[in-house]
């Protein structure tokens, strides 16, 4: 994500300063509307960006953004013709929808800026699209949302780790960036059983999978940027396409996979099912290979805390009450919330967390925004989405849960 323009001032207010553009009527117009807005001009070059843009964005805010129109003019003899046409509108958001797949990021809202071919207060929609610029404007920019905006920046954020869990006949290819677990394909494929003296169709099928594997691998995984890519499995499934991937780059002289084969790490797993990267992660050696990745620490944080629930169930608690409390008696070491509650749609909610944030940062506690999107954070939602490590224990917090329960 690159950062066009930034407009944070103290007391809240915003000023664009677009003289160059012929887009300065359209800023001064919503700057006047907005006049404590806070602008930041983005443009996302990676389809990670809009991951980090569907967090932003809220319902009520304002993006201005480059649109294609269907326009239809009539001619004097009364003849109609439509065609095509580039324009910049600003929408007031009422929709947010995010293709996680697709990585494309759809807003729906009414336009609140004079447009020559939309109405003032129609109802639009806008795409946001890769290496075009989009303007944000928020009434108030919180200390969630700055930081979201420098995580979205920083050029060391991609995806460093690569993981295929498989079992035979099933895979499934991800990327695991630092925001989110892709995945990026699914390969399943039936396979004859094995029969007595007759092998070779289930081989057949075997290697016909182990090849669609290697093909996904080459297609997917960007070997300048991913550090490590995992191949787990149950049984020896993972050794086998491992095999079969190094004979196959020897025979056809693939220098990609030969050159790269040091980045390969063989791991058990449970399934070829998406949730089995979770105990992949766990695994000492995945960590060991991906430790300065913010995947494996979000891992290795939330195992911690469920050893400390288990061992000093005093010392680790989950749930917003109870680390409300433990706020306010200035016990949080280490506060784990997702950047689901952030997307709350009931502002005055979101605004609790946002304060629940600062407060512990104030308080010199440390704070971990887990992905929605990563096994971690879907993990941490079961437990309703926010968790604290305490630094001393509350027994009386587990008390006055006991009571509360004898209460009902």
């Not at 109405?119 to 404007?137: I, M, P, Q, V």
């Not at 095999?243 to 791991?267: C, G, H, P, W």
């Not at 917003?320 to 070491?333: F, G, S, W």
Request: contains cysteine; negative net charge; charged residues 25%.
């Amino acid at each position: 994500m690159k950062l066009v323009h930034r407009s944070i001032e103290r007391d809240g207010c915003g000023l664009v300063d677009f003289y160059k553009s012929s887009l300065f009527c359209i800023f001064s117009y919503i700057n006047t509307m907005y006049s404590n807005c806070r602008v930041i001009a983005l443009i996302p070059d990676e389809s990670e960006d809009m991951w980090h843009a569907y967090n932003l964005i809220s319902e009520g805010d304002s993006v201005t953004a480059s649109t294609v129109r269907k326009v239809q003019t009539e001619s004097a003899t009364g003849s109609s013709t439509s065609n095509r046409v580039r324009t910049t509108l600003t929408i007031k958001v009422e929709t947010i929808d995010f293709d996680t797949q697709a990585c494309v990021l759809r807003l729906k809202g009414r336009n609140i800026a004079e447009n020559q071919y939309v109405k003032l207060g129609a109802y639009h929609t806008l795409d946001l699209e890769l290496n075009r610029k989009f303007s944000l404007y928020k009434p108030l920019w919180d200390s969630v949302s700055l930081e979201r905006v420098e995580q979205a920046c920083d050029p060391a954020a991609s995806a460093d780790v690569a993981a295929v869990v498989m079992q035979e006949g099933l895979a499934n290819v991800c990327l695991i960036t630092p925001s989110m677990t892709l995945v990026r394909m699914k390969i399943d494929i039936t396979i004859p059983r094995k029969r007595k003296g007759f092998t070779q169709q289930h081989d057949k099928g075997l290697n016909k999978f182990y090849d669609a594997v290697m093909q996904s691998i080459l297609r997917h995984v960007d070997f300048n940027v991913v550090k490590c890519v995992i191949l787990a499995s149950p049984g020896f499934v993972k050794d086998q396409c491992y095999e079969y991937m190094i004979q196959t780059a020897i025979k056809t002289d693939n220098k990609l996979l030969l050159d790269n084969r040091s980045k390969f790490l063989l791991v058990k797993a449970s399934s070829g099912f998406k949730h089995s990267l979770k105990e992949v992660l766990q695994e000492p050696a995945v960590l060991a290979k991906i430790s300065d990745t913010k995947a494996a620490s979000e891992v290795k944080l939330l195992e911690s805390f469920y050893t400390m629930l288990q061992l000093e169930p005093a010392k680790a608690f989950y749930g917003k009450k109870h680390v409300d409390r433990a706020n306010e008696a200035l016990a949080i070491d280490t506060l784990m919330i997702s950047d689901k509650l952030f997307r709350c749609q009931d502002i005055l909610k979101r605004k609790e967390y946002v304060t629940l944030v600062d407060s512990v940062r104030e308080n010199g506690g440390d704070v971990k925004i887990f992905s929605s999107m990563h096994v971690s954070g879907e993990q941490l939602e079961q437990l309703t989405g926010v968790a604290a490590v305490l630094r001393f224990p509350m027994p009386e917090l587990e008390d006055s849960d006991d009571a509360d329960s004898d209460e009902e």
